[in-house]
């Protein structure tokens, strides 16, 4: 008798050792719905950057500069110690005011209060995150950030829209450099 259960399980486990195929998708609308969407973010992305030329173009005061990660800033008022921008680690400490790309108040300075983070170790919506490593103590600067550095397509739910491009004023109070 346990010859036979010895056996039997022996070629049960030798027929399941096979080489199994993928599975292949039965359609394909997920692949479509990926490059649609694709399609759809660089035409938001294309038409906001259209908005920062026009809004450049007005603000004659500003010299704007670009960033790699797709928005802009420009320089208010410089700081008293130039090249001495936060890096990993460091503790930053800065008050802002977010306004649409028209300079329409949506939060002031004294309804988002002071902010103090170490960089790239805390977590902060990316416009921050990235906009305070381009400053030195004491700068005010201008961003203008593209909506997915901001609040997305959700918005915050209160003054800011979906899919709204901002322009954030930052001013640097202290940067803490890590020991």
């Known amino acids: 008798m346990h010859k036979i259960i ?6 049960s486990m030798a027929s399941s050792c096979g080489e199994s195929e993928p599975r292949r998708p039965i359609n394909k609308q997920k692949q479509i719905f990926l490059k649609e969407s694709a399609k759809r973010n660089r035409s938001k992305i294309n038409i906001e950057q259209n908005l920062f030329d026009q809004v450049i173009k007005k ?3 500003l010299k704007f500069y670009s960033s790699p990660l797709g928005f802009w800033y420009a320089f208010k008022k410089k700081g008293e ?3 001495k921008r936060p890096v990993k680690g460091d503790r930053v400490t800065f008050k802002y005011r977010i306004e649409d790309l028209n300079q329409n108040l949506l939060y002031d300075e004294d309804q988002l209060g002071i902010v103090s983070f170490h960089v790239d170790q805390e977590d ?8 305070v490593k381009y400053l030195t103590e004491r700068d005010v600067v201008v961003f203008l950030f593209p909506s997915y550095l901001c609040f997305g397509y959700q918005g915050d739910g209160e003054k800011i829209g979906i899919n709204q491009p901002l322009r954030f004023t930052i001013e640097m109070l202290k940067i803490e450099k890590n020991k």
């Open 124 to 131: 902060l919506i990316p416009a921050l995150r990235e906009g």
């Open 6 to 11: 010895l056996i039997l399980f022996t070629i």
């Open 59 to 61: 603000d004659t005061t």
């Open 81 to 83: 110690i130039p090249y």
